[in-house]
């Protein structure tokens, strides 16, 4: 059974750098083809796609956030790590982390997700 | 203009039938591209449903029901996701979603209203 669950502050002051933890089971970022992807959602607003890296530490980022962005993983503690600069208010958001495969691509297994608020 | 455009809302009523539009940018051809659709309900994450290209290439997903299908019309430049014998619990948000340029892009999502 594939489980991910995010984790991380709450709330971060303006200009803070985010960190937020994904710890996932039932799969191994070690076996070919396996992904690992972090996607937000503004409150009432759409999701949008942030980065995602693959088990051969492809890193694939989105083009508007990627100065921002820095994906990691743990693949001792089955851990992806995704870190982003320079907090703003509108980067408040429920942000989700969630299980791809490399060729078929769906982002099949989701986190709860967890909100951040970006206040000072 | 948005990459993928999805009309923010649709309402239906129950045992009909729904067809949610997933507009391409018209500088891309969605004939190239899978089509990956995913459902919300309030509170929860998304949950996925399928992926269409073409009637050769389709991959429903784990669990979902086969009234749920994905088609395209090439002269729209679009996706669909077919929903039909509509129920109160497929009222829910609706994302389409490609990989473009080796970046996902998700559309900006349609409310279903079944009522």
């Known amino acids: 059974q594939i489980t991910l669950k995010e984790s991380g502050p709450t709330l971060v002051k303006p200009t803070q750098t985010l960190t937020l933890t994904c710890t996932f089971s039932?799969?191994?970022?070690?076996?070919?083809?396996?992904?690992v992807g972090w996607i937000r959602q503004p409150p009432g607003k759409a999701l949008e796609w942030l980065a995602l890296?693959?088990?051969?530490?492809?890193?694939r980022y989105s083009p508007s956030l990627k100065s921002r962005l820095t994906i990691t993983k743990d693949t001792s503690k089955n851990q992806v790590v995704l870190t982003i600069t320079n907090m703003d208010p509108i980067d408040t958001a429920t942000y989700y982390c969630a299980h791809t495969l490399l060729y078929s691509d769906e982002l099949g297994y989701w986190g709860q997700g967890t909100l951040v608020t970006v206040s000072s | 203009q948005a990459v993928l455009t999805q009309p923010s809302s649709l309402s239906a009523s129950p045992g009909a039938s729904a067809s949610l539009t997933c507009t391409l940018h018209?500088?891309?051809?969605?004939?190239?591209?899978?089509i990956y659709w995913y459902q919300q309900k309030p509170g929860s994450p998304p949950q996925y449903l399928l992926r269409y290209k073409a009637d050769s290439d389709k991959q429903q997903g784990s669990g979902v029901p086969s009234r749920f299908s994905g088609s395209k019309d090439a002269s729209a430049n679009a996706g669909i996701l077919l929903i039909s014998g509509l129920q109160s619990e497929d009222e829910a948000d609706y994302y389409c979603m490609i990989w473009h340029s080796s970046a996902c892009v998700f559309g900006g999502g349609t409310k279903l209203t079944v009522l």
């Open positions: 039932g799969f191994s970022l070690t076996t070919s083809g396996v992904g």
């Open positions: 890296i693959y088990w051969n530490d492809d890193r």
């Open positions: 018209s500088d891309i051809n969605v004939g190239t591209y899978s």
